[in-house]
């Protein structure tokens, strides 16, 4: 049976409704991830944007996926009294004062949710139990009801038939009204018990302290009895527990949480280790405590911050918050940062034609760089061998590789390298462009030139736009889909365009076996923040093999200066470039680029023991990729082995260009080299693609605080590290982090007084 989101959503989405996964079994966001379902920590940032076409085509395969709708446009009045007739009053009511909508959700008879559209998204607010639902906030509309067992009932219409421009429009003061009015017609025995006043002040004993003692806060919590005290009650005072002593009043809170017959211990202990309470703690207790009767014993001290005789009351408790990584010391000596995986390059063990380009790019480079230098190589070789090498598979030696590294890193030293050995060894006509003006452009290169190498500066500009369907010329945009195109038709013949007016000038343009090499050089924000979750899922990112620059900046080398080709250098590429040597069959074998040509590469053996490395490799893979099913990575994943055997059979014919053969060094090399490449990419997929900017602000956010690494950062040194966002901007993001769970606060202790910062979450820095 396909899922309720498959069914739905999609009509949902043509509606106007925001919608997001629900995990099944339950009522929250999740993720199928790996797998297996997780939790959706950021699922708020669909409150405020359109749910995109991508989103829905992954979330529709994921197995039982429910579907929820994002308040923000729309709101929804949430009756949750169990007193049938109770329950169609003040749904009467809502009619009336709300208008009459046509939606209406049973979930659990008798309680019941009517949807309303927003005139401007406001926050949601709750009476219990009456509870209005916007910006922030989600209900389910699709999905087995949790306890009943049952799917959620639409009983007067669907609500994917219903345009959300036919909802009645309500405003924040009419919803208040509303449920100021609803909540004055239930009876008492259906309100829930409440504290006090919520916005109390810190016990005058401690102006404006959280801490407490234990000693203090368990006498103050006794005269706080929990009969059943409505949710915002039970979380002010767990929030008060934690803010006064910190993970140690766990028990406190547990004990008084079993005191209502409404407590659940499973999910008592997930919300205790969700609090992270910043200006609650003592004060509250005491306040609540005094006001039930309670009178502190005048020897017993409230404050925590207190010293008695040399040792404070509480030091045990302290000497815990004062070890890491609750509170760390003034002066971090080394910043611990949160680091990729290092890249498995090993250049000692490279050889042949392969590690002679590879050192040479490292001895004339001011500043090397050995990963970027790597990668360039293998794309120029792999440039050289179009046409005249493949796999027992057919597979051709075409690559498309970026090279990331800051401004100023070097980044730009291999390619000019490439340039200048290709010249001197008379293989200029294999090198294009450096920059790529149109999809026409690209195609009469080719069409000229059928095995060329493409170097791009500024690659991550130049994919900007043309990965920008929206607003970039088509002439731009059909860049990508022709290098996607192209790249895998390596092993055939490429058709090109039919023309309506085929004069000479526009004749359909064929192509026997195109090797189509890119190389392009970047900065980091500039790639990530040029892609969108569609290249993903499309396949046009999974065909690159992103490097990234192990050392931004490595110490300069002083012998870097006037550079002199290797003649053994060049007389290597001339060697590859030929086929080993290899007589063609034919004047014109391999010269020009129709399906008239010759063109007859050789085929490039493995040795048993790298067919073994490759058979283990790809059936590991194969099971990733089950695992990842549904999600963005999927068409990463698939490109792998490819990428691994092409990677591997460049560097075989670098070795031995006459008699090439695929041992097992080159296989092993070339698994790690892909592997690592791949799942790089999709850790920073997960943490830059953003297909709007209020997510991609908070990316953003969350990668600067990430770099800070266990230091963290200050109120004011975030702020002066995200000075795109205006305050709220940027105080909205930090607490949409925090509450999300990516962001965590902890404290830094200086000569004065504590600082607060904010730094990264353990899942999250992995």
């Known amino acids: 049976m396909a899922s309720f989101m498959a069914l739905y959503g999609a009509r949902l989405v043509d509606n106007g409704y925001a919608v997001i996964p629900i995990m099944p079994g339950t009522k929250k966001p999740g993720r199928f991830v790996a797998g297996a379902w997780r939790d959706y ?80 998204p406001f926050k949601g607010f709750k009476l ?40 009645p429009a309500i405003s924040q003061e009419k919803a208040r009204a509303f449920a100021d009015e609803a909540y004055a017609l239930l009876p008492e025995s259906l309100r829930p018990s409440r504290l006090g006043d919520a916005n109390v002040p810190a016990h005058p004993s401690a102006p404006g302290d959280l801490r407490g003692t234990p000693e203090a806060v368990s006498a103050a919590l006794a005269f706080i ?37 409404k407590d659940v211990p499973d999910y008592t202990a997930k919300t205790w280790a969700s609090f992270q309470p910043r200006s609650i703690g003592a004060g509250t207790l005491y306040h609540h405590a005094i006001a039930n009767g309670w009178s502190p014993d005048p020897a017993l001290v409230l404050n925590g911050n207190v010293c008695m005789n040399g040792r404070h009351p509480a030091q045990a408790l302290l000497e815990k918050l004062s070890s890491p990584p609750l509170q760390l010391p003034q002066e971090i000596a080394e910043v611990r940062r949160v680091e990729k995986a290092p890249c498995p390059v090993d250049i000692a063990g490279l050889d042949g034609t392969l590690k002679m380009l590879v050192d040479y790019m490292l001895a004339t480079a001011r500043r090397p760089q050995p990963v970027l230098a790597v990668g360039a ?60 003006a149109s999809g026409a452009g690209l195609l009469t290169a080719v069409h000229r030139q059928p095995a060329i190498l493409f170097q791009i500066d500024e690659f991550g500009m130049f994919l900007s736009a043309a990965a920008d369907r929206k607003r970039s010329p088509r002439h731009i945009s059909e860049i990508l889909d022709i290098m996607t195109e192209i790249y895998t038709m390596a092993g055939t013949i490429f058709l090109g365009a039919e023309y309506a007016n085929r004069d000479g000038k526009n004749e359909r343009r064929d192509i026997n076996q195109p090797c189509l090499c890119v190389y392009g050089t970047t900065t980091p924000i500039h790639f990530w923040n040029a892609l969108q979750s ?19 900046y490595p110490e300069e080398n002083e012998a870097a200066g006037i550079r002199t080709s290797p003649p053994d250098l060049l007389d290597a590429l001339n060697l590859i470039e030929s086929g080993g040597g290899r007589q063609a069959a034919g004047n014109l074998a391999g010269m020009t680029p129709g399906p008239e040509t010759a063109v007859d590469p050789l085929t490039v053996p493995m040795t048993p023991e790298a067919r073994s490395l490759f058979r ?33 059979m460049i560097r075989a014919v670098a070795a031995d260009p006459v008699a090439p053969a695929i041992r097992a060094v080159d296989a092993a090399w070339a698994i790690a080299l892909v592997r690592h490449c791949a799942e790089h990419t999709m850790l920073e997929v997960e943490r830059n693609i953003a297909d709007n900017p209020v997510e991609a602000n908070h990316k953003r956010v969350l990668g600067i605080i990430r770099t800070a690494g266990v230091a963290g950062l200050t109120k004011n040194e975030l702020a002066r ?18 509450e999300a769970g990516q962001v965590v606060t902890a404290l830094r202790p200086s000569a004065t007084k504590q600082a607060m910062i904010f730094r990264i979450c353990d899942g999250e820095a992995a």
């Open 377 to 436: 190589s293998l794309c120029a070789l792999g440039a050289l061998m179009g046409r005249k090498y493949r796999t027992e598979s057919n597979l051709r030696s075409n690559l498309y590789v970026v090279g990331i590294a800051d401004s100023g890193s070097g980044k730009n030293h291999s390619r000019e390298v490439i340039t200048e050995l290709f010249v001197e060894a008379g293989l200029g006509h294999t090198l294009g462009g450096n920059k790529i």
């Open 721 to 738: 590290r995200t000075q795109f966002l205006d305050q709220r901007q940027r105080t909205d993001i930090v607490g949409s982090l925090v």
């Open 534 to 552: 569609s290249n993903v899922v499309d396949g046009s990112l999974a065909r690159f093999i992103v490097l990234q620059s192990e050392d931004d």
């Open 128 to 167: 219990m139990p009456i509870e209005l639902l916007c910006e922030g906030q989600q209900f389910v509309a699709y999905h087995l009801h949790p306890d009943t067992g049952r799917p959620y009932e639409w009983p007067e219409e669907s609500l994917a038939d219903i345009d959300m421009g036919r909802l």
């Open 225 to 261: 009895p929990n009969a059943d005290l409505d949710y915002d009650s039970w979380m002010r005072i767990g929030m008060a527990l934690k803010g006064a002593l910190g993970d140690e009043a766990e028990s406190l809170f547990v004990a008084w949480s079993a005191q209502s017959a």
């Open 616 to 648: 283990a490799f790809k059936h590991d893979n194969t099971a990733r990729l089950r695992e990842a099913r549904g999600t963005l990575y999927t068409a990463i994943l698939a490109r792998i082995a490819e990428n691994a055997w092409k990677v591997a």
């Open 41 to 120: 920590p950021g699922w708020t940032k669909h409150c405020g944007r359109p749910t995109t076409d991508n989103e829905l085509a992954i979330w529709s395969q994921w197995p039982d996926a429910g579907i929820g709708i994002a308040g923000g446009t729309v709101v929804a009045v949430d009756i949750d009294v169990a007193d049938g007739e109770a329950a169609l009053r003040i749904e009467t009511l809502a009619r009336e004062r709300l208008g009459e909508t046509p939606a209406l959700r049973i979930g659990r008879a008798p309680k019941r949710l009517l949807v309303y559209r927003a005139e401007t």
